[in-house]
C-alpha cells in the first residue's frame, strides 16, 4: 500500500497550505492516519492524527491552534489544513497509516513545505 502526500509548496509566513493523503485503490476507512515531518538536521515528529471513524483528533503543542486534521470518507482521503505558518514549520511532511493498537504500518513518500519569513 503506498500512500499519496500532497499539498505541500511555499507559503509566507502567516499563510496556509492544505496537504492531502490519499491511497489510490485501497480503503483508508478502518485506518487511524498520522502526520509527521522531518526538517533538515532533526528527528522526524508526530503533528498530527486522526483515528479511523474521525471521532479524536490529537495535535502536538507546536501546531495546536493552527493545523486542523480531517477526513473525507467518500473521497478515501485525508487533509492537514495548516494556517498561521511559521518558518518553523518548514520540513518535509510525510502521511502514515496504522490499524488500532498497531505501530504505523504504510507510509507516503513526504511532501515538501517550506514557510518564509
Known amino acids: 500500500v503506498q500512500l499519496q502526500a500532497s499539498g505541500g509548496g511555499l507559503a509566507q509566513a502567516g499563510g496556509s497550505l492544505r496537504l492531502s493523503c490519499a491511497a489510490p485503490?485501497?480503503?483508508?476507512?478502518?485506518?487511524?492516519i498520522g502526520w509527521f515531518r522531518q526538517a533538515p538536521g532533526e528527528e522526524r515528529e508526530g503533528v498530527s492524527c486522526i483515528t479511523g471513524s474521525g471521532a479524536s483528533t490529537y495535535y502536538a503543542d507546536s501546531v495546536k491552534g493552527r493545523f486542523t486534521i480531517s477526513r473525507d470518507m467518500a473521497k478515501n482521503t485525508v487533509y492537514l489544513q495548516m494556517n498561521s505558518l511559521e518558518p518553523e514549520d518548514t520540513a518535509v511532511y510525510y502521511c502514515?497509516?496504522?490499524?488500532?493498537?498497531?505501530?504505523?504500518?504504510?507510509w507516503g513518500q513526504g511532501t515538501q513545505v517550506t514557510v518564509s519569513s
Open positions: 502514515a497509516a496504522k490499524l488500532p493498537l498497531r505501530n504505523y504500518s504504510y
Open positions: 485503490g485501497f480503503s483508508l476507512g478502518r485506518y487511524a
